[in-house]
């Protein structure tokens, strides 16, 4: 079973002040178990720190997510454990991201922060994305899968980038072919570096390098 409140049960109804709805926040052990060894398991091929973000100052099901991310973590004896409240986290990831590398968190959080971490690009479309099991298997799409404006179909403006980092990703978390992973991030690094530009970068860029000038 899944987690998060995206998952949970959810009830619509009429009550004593009229329309009502909830969203039930499911978490158990062994979903918490699975996501905090996976994200374990991926810092170690990266800077060793995992950085685990819930509300355990108000939510019951953060509490217990931050109580077995903890015991999860004693297994994992050379890699830094960090914990943060959401609603920090969310500011620090845009002031300052280089403080984290691996994060795990509930399903809505990441949801959420997910999207926030892309506009440090500038663009959704620039990040890829994994939906990985505890054995390396998984769906690898860009971040934003759905493109919201379909003006742009059969006008060579889709950036690609997301794409084709989400094989790098594929490479590196399932097949373990680390050097073929980084050959790919390096030749979009590349293309970026020479002044390659889509339409949605460049007008991030042109923004930036405006309000910087000025």
């Given at each position: 079973?899944?987690?998060s409140v995206i998952c949970g049960e959810k009830k619509t109804g009429v009550g004593a002040f009229?329309?009502?709805?909830?969203?039930?926040?499911?978490?158990?052990?062994?979903?918490?178990?699975k996501s905090a060894k996976t994200a374990f398991e991926i810092s170690k091929i990266r800077r060793n720190t995992v950085s685990s973000i819930d509300k355990?100052?108000?939510?019951?099901?953060?509490?217990?997510?931050?109580?077995?991310?903890k015991e999860v973590s004693k297994d994992h004896p050379n890699v830094k454990l960090k914990?943060?409240?959401?609603?920090?986290?969310?500011?620090?990831?845009?002031?300052?991201?280089?403080?984290?590398?691996?994060?795990?968190?509930t399903n809505?959080?990441?949801?959420?922060?997910?999207?926030?971490?892309?506009?440090?690009t500038g663009s959704a479309y620039m990040l890829p994305s994994a939906e990985i099991d505890e054995h390396g298997k998984g769906?690898?799409?860009?971040?934003?899968?759905?493109?919201?404006?379909?003006?742009?179909?059969?006008?060579?403006?889709?950036n690609p980038i997301g794409l084709i980092?989400?094989?790098a990703l594929m490479l590196r978390y399932s097949f373990k072919l680390h050097e073929e992973a980084d050959i790919i991030?390096?030749?979009?690094?590349?293309?970026?570096?020479?002044?390659?530009?889509?339409?949605?970068?460049?007008?991030?860029?042109?923004?930036?390098?405006?309000?910087?000038?000025?």
């Open positions: 079973m899944a987690g009229g329309r009502e709805g909830s969203d039930l926040e499911y978490y158990n052990e062994e979903i918490i178990k355990s100052n108000v939510l019951a099901s953060s509490m217990l997510w931050k109580e077995v991310v914990h943060h409240l959401v609603d920090t986290a969310a500011m620090e990831v845009m002031i300052n991201p280089e403080k984290f590398d691996v994060i795990v968190t809505m959080f990441g949801d959420i922060l997910a999207d926030e971490l892309s506009q440090i769906l690898f799409t860009p971040n934003q899968l759905h493109h919201q404006d379909e003006s742009i179909i059969d006008k060579d403006k889709a980092s989400s094989v991030e390096r030749a979009i690094e590349r293309a970026i570096d020479k002044g390659y530009r889509t339409e949605d970068i460049y007008i991030w860029w042109y923004i930036s390098w405006n309000s910087n000038d000025g």
